[in-house]
């Protein structure tokens, strides 16, 4: 191999280096071709897209766009990472839940890659008297256990330590957290009734005896299942930690010993770039908050896949869903990761789907190596610049909080709910157009495939916050379609008119394809309309030949019996058609509509 002299040669040498400005007036260029006349800072905002929380994704980043010094992984501000090593030594704590009594599952989950259990015992979950028999077999100062115990939390954590007694675990050796989390249990059920004092005694013991133990668990999960943005979820978590911490130190233990007790749960979506931020972000405002309360600023980090982004229908789909944000709250530094299973929204997950969650993260760890590097989004212009506007976000609705007398007082007054419900209603619009969307539901449905039965699964907590799903309109839809199924033996059928040569219709005739049956309406495309059994058509083609053959064919339709004639295009002045669709129409507005004048119920 021949290895060439280093001559100082650069193969760029020859060109000049190119500035922001010329790249602006490309863009401006290229966006004037599509009739919109802008230039400079406009050329780039017209190709910026609005997140959540007031941010917005550019197009370019570049040095230039600066975010404070992350510093180095473990260490203040602990944008990096909350430990120095990262999870280089051996991957993330793989955690799996269980909320069924099922010792079978708990061990095969154990034996194939798991390293903690997360259980969920009381309401939601199973008896704290199954306690013992679920972790039958399990060596307990090998597998650290997390509890989720709500209102039952004193019982459970008494009945746990009973066991590592029992079974002859080290005191030192126990590993996990009791799960303790008033302020989480009161925004799932509305129940402001829970005694903080027998939490603070949990607290004590584990800071006195149990050094591998937590206490608390400060979760942002039903924040982020009611529809709150990562901003949102970033605040109301912020405010629970504050909340813990007087608390405990009000009953007596320093502020370090609180500050030790607490482990932050986040959610992790399918926008692999914003979990990635908003876990770095969590940690910069955790220190930030250590800092003035004179505590150690590192951050433990649980980060479970978003229940919000798991559909019923096509559920498959999930795995791939799970997998990016899998990956997301490994790059963010996550120290444990729970891939809820793809039938999580069906009800207890299989045998297979449980083993599909597990490696999801062992194929991450094991064969992307994912874990090898330390922070490997930092340094991203894009990942800095957004895990700081996330940060400021995310304080800032930490301070509307405290100012309304911090989280409790906050949920109390219903402040937390509106906010909630107003950043849902906006995102459920954009679910409703599809500018957000989930694909097997409101995009590239599947009206023939057989919905997967599960289990039921114990109900959980309720009477607080709501619980939302993306798919949850389109699935509303999808079950009066199925209602319907059942009572005739056909779906509501419609009829599409693909006007012209396949080059001047397909692009329409998929779509509206696809917009009908994201609401369970069987589109018909052969034939003619009066052999369809359809009541409505649409037509589909070009706008050259709606000018010359809308009209005609529109009456026509309706000579054969068609109720109702959309035209798949941008709203025109075209004669007896009496609606459109097109890419932004609120599509639930239309198929509920056309369902209710189908008689489909």
Sequence with gaps: MTVLPDDGLSLAAEFPDATHEQWQRLVAGVLRKSGKEVSDDAAEDALS?????????????????????????????????????????????????????????????????????????????????????????????????????????????????????QRGVARDAARGNLGADPLGHEARTGDDGFDFAPVAALARLCAEEYPGLRALTVDALPYHEAGGSAAQELGASLATGVAYLRELTGAGLSVEQAAAQLEFRYAATADQFLTIAKLRAARRLWARVAEVCGAPGGQVQHAVTSPVMMSRRDPWVNMLRATVATLAAGVGG????????????????????????????????????????????GGSWYVERLTDELAHAGWEFFQRIERE????????????????????????AKLAKRREPVTGVSEFPHLAERLVAREPAPEPPSGGLPRVRRDEAYENLRARSDA?????????????????????????????????QAGGIEPVTEGTFEDSGATEACLCSSDALYEEQAAEVTASLKSAGAAQVFLAGRPGQYSGVDAYVFAGCDAVAVLSATLDRMGVS
């Design 484 to 516: 319907h199924l059942a009572a005739t033996g056909t779906r509501p059928r419609i009829f599409l008119a693909a006007l012209g040569p396949a080059a001047a219709h397909t692009a329409r005739l998929t779509f509206a394809s696809n917009l009908f």
């Design 334 to 377: 996550a120290e444990s990761v729970t891939v809820l299973p793809f039938d999580h929204a069906l009800g207890l997950p299989d045998a297979f789907a449980r083993r599909i969650a597990r490696n999801t993260s062992t194929i991450l760890v094991e064969e992307s190596h994912l874990a090898r590097v330390i922070d490997p989004a």
């Design 49 to 165: 897209t609005t997140l959540e929380d007031g941010l917005r994704a550019r197009p370019l980043y570049s040095a230039l766009d600066s975010a404070p010094d992350p510093g180095l992984p473990g260490f203040a501000p602990f944008t990096r990472g909350g430990r120095a090593e990262g999870n280089t030594l051996g991957g993330w704590d793989v955690r799996q839940r269980h909320t069924a009594a099922d010792n079978g599952a708990v061990l095969a989950d154990l034996e194939n890659g798991v390293a903690s259990l997360w259980l969920a015992v009381g309401a939601g979950g199973f008896p704290v008297s199954s306690l013992g028999p679920v972790l039958d077999g399990v060596y307990l100062d090998l597998a650290p256990v997390v509890l989720e115990a709500g209102r039952e939390v004193e019982p459970a954590a008494r009945e746990l330590l009973r066991l590592y007694e």
């Design 405 to 428: 007398g911090g989280q409790a007082a906050a949920l109390r007054s219903g402040r937390v709910g509106e906010e909630l419900a107003a950043t849902w209603a906006a995102r459920s």
